[in-house]
């Protein structure tokens, strides 16, 4: 028997299950459908993000910043706190509980909506049409007025490095390692690569990161990539770039890695290697050939701005579409989708997707960089200003990094804001909102901010703009107007 829905979800990760909560909330019946299967071997929802991406590298990343702060950072505070060590297994087991308690949330959280559940794959025919295959062999026919595409990506595998148990790794495998490795590599100085590298290396592991491109973190802004890069590492990360990795060897439960750079071909020897070199939009046997929705040349579902496919009735959301693939874009392409589905007219502003590295320190941003206006040929002005001047960065002694504003030269309307420093993926938000309300420079500096914070360091960027940060010494920039 066909079972018919107002709104199919193909996907529990974070737009799937935003586009089945949003539309189960709104009055439609709803069904989501997900196919994975956690470490204890149960069906398991939040997909990638929870489960082996954003959750589980934060928890990791938060217990190895924690490490490094009691281990180097408190004596100077005063604190004595000698032969701190660090119990990797306890560990990973804290993460993979916050991990299961986040997924079982959702869980219920779809429930308590009236969601309807399938643990199963997923397979989309014509006409809206869905067969799915429960993970007992059994199937189930559903048809929906809607369908929400949301299967989400997987790391992209490159042939010199062909993934062995523990050795070479991917993201997923890095989240798990029992000891840490006295030398670890990691290909790829993208953000999963940075982070992941800075786990490890600040429990001690020896880090060098492979990098292919010449520029270090081509989509930051300029002065954030080169800030962001000094500072990581003067924390111990060697980041090799302009090394293209073309091979690698296991003997001896040591991985040895081939590259070229400008010098020629060399060789490094790893105790463990992490693969982290992008995420591919994943449609593995999702989609029959009368479905009607087109792939585009790079393997993404292809969707307008409103994530319509090509097949009426179906939309797609999340990192199996184009755009940046980040949790909060699928997220909110999820929410609209289902909000225009019961009959609203919501938009997703990809102007305003906010940015983040969660390194120590953090690096985040939204809207266009300097070297993108330059580009455009736009004229624009801006304002820095550095966490070192910051009395609450002071007072924690965390005063590494900068914000930095950018405006329209004569609007003075924010085109962009940047900054490296302590919590900025907190402080990120209060950019984002600014820039969603088409804030000037101005505004933000007539904003009053609570004091001490490090959010004051973005008021005082934003004064900066036209030159009247207060914290500021009288530079000629501030003295001008
Ligand atoms: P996914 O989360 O990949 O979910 C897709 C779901 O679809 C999966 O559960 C899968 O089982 C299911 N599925 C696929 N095909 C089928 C089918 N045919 N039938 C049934 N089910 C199917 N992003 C951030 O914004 N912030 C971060 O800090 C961050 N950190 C990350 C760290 C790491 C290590 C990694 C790997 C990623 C990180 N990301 C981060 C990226 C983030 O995880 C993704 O952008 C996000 O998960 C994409 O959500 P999604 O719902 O589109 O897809
Ligand atoms: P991202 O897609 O942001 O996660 O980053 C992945 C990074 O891996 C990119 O910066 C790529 O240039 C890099 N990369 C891809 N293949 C190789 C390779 N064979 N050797 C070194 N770096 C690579």
Redesign the pocket.
């Known amino acids: 028997m066909t079972e018919k829905y107002d709104v199919i979800v ?7 299950y935003h586009a089945a909560i949003r539309a189960a909330q709104l009055g439609l019946k709803v069904v989501c ?4 299967i956690n470490k204890q071997g149960e069906p398991a ?5 929870l489960n ?3 959750i589980p ?2 928890a990791l990343l938060e217990t190895t910043h924690k490490f490094v702060e009691a281990s180097t950072e408190f004596e100077v505070l005063g604190i004595q706190a000698k032969g701190i060590t660090i119990d990797v297994p306890t560990m990973i087991a804290r993460k993979d509980k916050v991990v299961q308690n986040l997924t079982k949330g959702v869980a219920g959280l779809l429930k308590s909506n009236g969601v309807t559940m399938l643990d ?4 989309l025919n014509a006409a809206r049409m869905v067969e799915v295959t429960l993970h007992d062999g059994s199937t189930q026919s559903l048809e929906g007025d809607n369908v929400i595409i ?4 997987v ?1 992209v595998a490159i042939p010199p490095c062909p993934l062995q148990e523990d050795l070479i790794v991917d ?1 997923t495998g890095a ?1 798990d390692f029992q000891k840490v490795p006295k030398r670890l590599g990691v290909i790829g100085a993208g ?2 690569g940075l ?2 590298g800075s786990v490890w290396n600040r429990l001690g592991s020896e880090v060098v990161v492979l990098e292919a491109l010449e520029e270090f973190l081509p989509m930051a802004d300029k002065q954030v990539a080169r800030e962001t890069g000094k500072l990581l590492k003067s924390q111990g990360m060697d980041i090799r770039l302009g090394t293209r990795v073309t091979g690698t060897e296991v003997k001896k439960n040591k991985v040895t890695v081939t590259y070229s750079n400008a010098d020629g071909e060399k060789q490094e020897t790893f105790d463990q290697l992490i693969v982290a070199v992008g ?1 591919r939009p ?1 449609t593995e ?2 989609l029959s050939a009368d479905s009607g929705v087109d792939l585009d040349e790079r393997g993404f579902v292809y969707v307008n701005d409103l994530c319509s496919t090509n097949a009426p009735g179906v939309y797609a ?4 579409v184009r755009g940046p ?4 874009k ?1 997220m909110e392409e999820g929410v609209m989708v289902a909000e225009r589905i019961a009959g609203h007219k919501p938009l997703v502003n990809y102007d305003c997707v906010p940015s ?1 590295i ?1 390194t120590h320190p953090e690096v985040a941003w939204v809207g266009k960089t300097e070297q993108e206006l330059k580009a455009a040929g736009e004229s624009f002005k801006t304002g820095s200003f550095p966490m070192a001047a910051s009395g609450r960065a002071m007072a924690a002694n965390d005063t590494a990094g900068f914000i930095k504003v950018i405006a329209d030269e004569h609007t003075d309307r924010i085109l962009g804001i940047h900054m490296v420093g302590a919590h900025v993926s907190e402080i990120i938000a209060e950019a984002v909102i600014a820039m969603e309300f088409e804030s000037s420079a101005e505004d933000l500096g007539l904003t009053m901010f609570a004091h001490p914070t490090l959010s004051e360091s973005l008021h005082e960027a934003a004064l900066a703009v036209s030159g009247h940060a207060i914290h500021i010494a009288n530079s000629k920039r501030n003295r001008k107007k």
């Open positions: 193909i996907g529990a990760g974070p737009a799937g459908i997900d196919k994975w929802y939040g997909g990638t993000c082996v991406g954003c590298s934060k199963g794959a997923a397979k949301a299967t989400g990506s790391p993201s989240l953000v999963i982070e992941l995420r994943y046997n999702l959301v999340g990192d199996v693939m980040l949790a909060h699928g983040v969660y």
